[in-house]
Antibody, heavy 118, light 108 residues
Framework: RVRLQESGPGLVKPSETLSLTCVVSGDSISGSPYYWDWIRQSPGKGLEWIGSIFHGGSTYSNPSLKSRVKMSLDTSTNHFSLNLTSVTAADTAVYYC??????????WGLGTSVIVSS | EIVMTQSPATLSVSLGDRVTLSCRASQSVDSNLAWYQQKPGQAPRLLIYGASTRPTGIPTRFSGRGSVTEFTLTISSLQSEDFAVYYCQQYNSWPPLTFGQGTKVEMK
């Protein structure tokens, strides 16, 4: 069974960089035919797609965040990561990592809460 | 960017009801439409993809229909575990992947 588990700082100061990691078990990132995704949900709000990364390092980001988003894969430890720079209070959200075939988000992590506050 | 609009925002229903949720795309998404269910404090769960295909393990009371710009999700007989928020999402033209704002199914 495939499982994804997010980890992150919980609290980030404004203007700093948010760094999140998603550890994958039950599947190998290396050569996987799936996309590895990041989605977030602000308190009481709907879902916002942040970006996706494919094996080989191809990335796709939401244009609304594109200049602040960096994603990477680490095949040696079977995890993928998200860096979001210059955060503000508007980046406060639950962040989910996920996996799926192109554009379909079929397996989700449990989510990790991130608060941006000084 | 393709905008997804769901209606209604909230649906008040009773156990055993047949429930239909709607989703409209601002331009054609063909059949590249997924539905997700989210319960409080949980991650979303994929219910439907390809507008009408259920993944393994999704109960048959959930069904999806539609194509191009108009889609529906139907729950044939609402069970207690179906009270949740439901989101549609297009994956025809991306980036970005886009979600609807959600429909909350609550007890009448």
């Amino acid at each position: 069974r495939v499982r994804l588990q997010e980890s992150g700082p919980g609290l980030v100061k404004p203007s700093e960089t948010l760094s999140l990691t998603c550890v994958v078990s039950g599947d190998s990132i290396s050569g996987s035919p799936y996309y590895w995704d990041w989605i977030r949900q602000s308190p009481g709000k709907g879902l916002e797609w942040i970006g996706s990364i494919f094996h080989g390092g191809s990335t796709y980001s939401n244009p609304s965040l594109k200049s602040r988003v960096k994603m990477s894969l680490d095949t040696s430890t079977n995890h993928f990561s998200l860096n979001l720079t210059s955060v503000t209070a508007a980046d406060t959200a639950v962040y989910y990592c996920a996996r799926g075939p192109r554009g379909i988000i079929s397996i989700w992590g449990l989510g990790t809460s991130v608060i941006v506050s000084s | 960017e393709i905008v997804m609009t769901q209606s209604p925002a909230t649906l008040s229903v009773s156990l055993g009801d047949r429930v239909t949720l709607s989703c409209r795309a601002s331009q054609s998404v063909d059949s590249n439409l997924a539905w997700y269910q989210q319960k409080p404090g949980q991650a979303p769960r994929l219910l439907i993809y390809g507008a009408s295909t259920r993944p393994t393990g999704i109960p048959t009371r959930f069904s999806g229909r539609g194509s191009v710009t108009e889609f529906t999700l139907t729950i044939s007989s609402l069970q207690s575990e179906d009270f949740a928020v439901y989101y549609c999402q297009q994956y025809n033209s991306w980036p970005p992947l886009t979600f609807g704002q959600g429909t909350k199914v609550e007890m009448k």
